[in-house]
């Protein structure tokens, strides 16, 4: 029997291989070493200090943000995933055969729901999911093929810049990008009309591109997602001097720089920032960069905008990106749209 179990499990582990690409657009390490080493450089020497959020994601970074997700405070999954398990099987009619890329897929908790949508209407299921967390990513893969007895993955570990530019061919007549979570408000208004391009040259003309987009809302229930009570928040915008170090060989000491978030109610965004604690000097030395922190100086490490539903369709539109479908949930606070390229 102890055999006839092993060889099961062998049999499984194969099919599950057959089943799973993974491409690695370069090394994930040497992708965020050479296209965004100069950034940091850049963030660091200006006034006032920047970094990419893009350093929040090793696989620590990964795995706080999913802890993130769970928190009482954070309504943003919990919000968007009521929203998706009402939608999706309408998403899955609207689309019908289509490939699903997912941006940021991460543990693929809520692509799931997609998944089981296209799924219940016998359509093929074939994912690929994008994330900069290589370790992340082949765990969730795996699991889902072993869920999915049908489902196939190629999956691309690396930036959205890289894999939007690499997608394999198409296998399914058509396919849909997905960008959910609220991951669009940390982009700028420059970066975002950069990040819309870079989806209609993903696209051809009749696909598909679905967005989740964090609403505009008091500013105490917005300060509180990002201040959390466990301190979950904290200790993931605090590793992101850790990713830096192993990166960059540096020094930063994360006892000296604590959490500081708001609402910038100006800009409709939520800020996130790290705060020296006295005045300080790191070093980066694979980049030859010395910093220098005076006490009570910050560096911002993300934006968080919030948006207006009537006015982000509208910047969809200039980039041909026509709304089909918008849904939210009986609070207002998040919206899921989806987007047909003309």
Not at 61 to 69: D, W
Not at 100 to 123: C, D, H
Not at 137 to 151: C, V
Not at 259 to 271: G, L, M, P, T, V
Request: aromatic letters at 10%.
């Amino acid at each position: 029997m102890a055999i006839s179990n092993t060889n099961s499990s062998q049999t499984m582990q194969q099919q599950i291989e057959k089943r799973l690409a993974i491409q690695h657009l370069r090394s994930v390490t040497a992708s965020l070493t050479t296209t965004a080493g100069s950034d940091v450089v850049k963030g660091l020497t200006q006034t006032p200090k920047t970094l990419p959020p893009r350093y929040f994601y090793d696989d620590k970074g990964s795995e706080l943000f999913e802890q993130i997700c769970e928190l009482p405070e954070y309504y943003v999954t919990r919000t968007e995933t009521a929203i998706l398990q009402e939608c999706a099987r309408e998403i899955a009619e609207i689309t019908g055969k289509c490939e699903f890329v997912e941006l940021g897929s991460g543990s693929s908790t809520k692509s799931r729901i997609l998944l089981n949508a296209y799924q219940n209407l016998g359509l093929p299921l074939r994912y690929l999911p994008i994330d900069v967390s290589a370790g992340m990513l082949e765990n969730s893969a795996k699991q889902l093929l072993f869920d999915y007895p049908t489902l196939e993955i190629s999956a691309l570990a690396g930036t959205y810049e890289l894999a939007l530019q690499q997608l394999p061919k198409k296998q399914l007549p058509s396919r849909m990008i997905a960008f959910i979570g609220s991951t669009l408000g940390n982009l700028n208004p420059q970066e975002c009309e950069i990040f819309f391009l870079q989806i209609t040259q993903a696209l051809h003309s009749e696909e598909y591109f679905l967005l989740g987009i964090d609403l505009q809302k008091p500013k105490h229930i917005l300060e509180a997602a990002y201040n959390d009570s466990q301190g979950v928040t904290a200790a993931f915008n605090l590793n992101m001097l850790e990713h830096i170090n192993w990166l960059y060989n540096g020094n930063f000491d994360t006892t000296q720089f604590e959490h500081f978030a708001f609402y910038n109610e100006n800009e409709n965004q939520i800020e996130m920032h790290l705060r020296s604690l006295q005045q300080q000097t790191v070093k980066l030395n694979a980049l030859n960069l010395i910093i220098n922190f005076a006490r009570d100086e910050t560096i911002m490490t993300e934006i968080s905008r919030k948006f207006d539903i009537a006015t982000i369709k509208q910047q969809l539109s200039t980039h041909d990106l026509i709304t089909q479908k918008v849904w939210t949930d009986p609070n207002n606070w998040f919206g899921l749209l989806l987007c047909q390229l003309q």
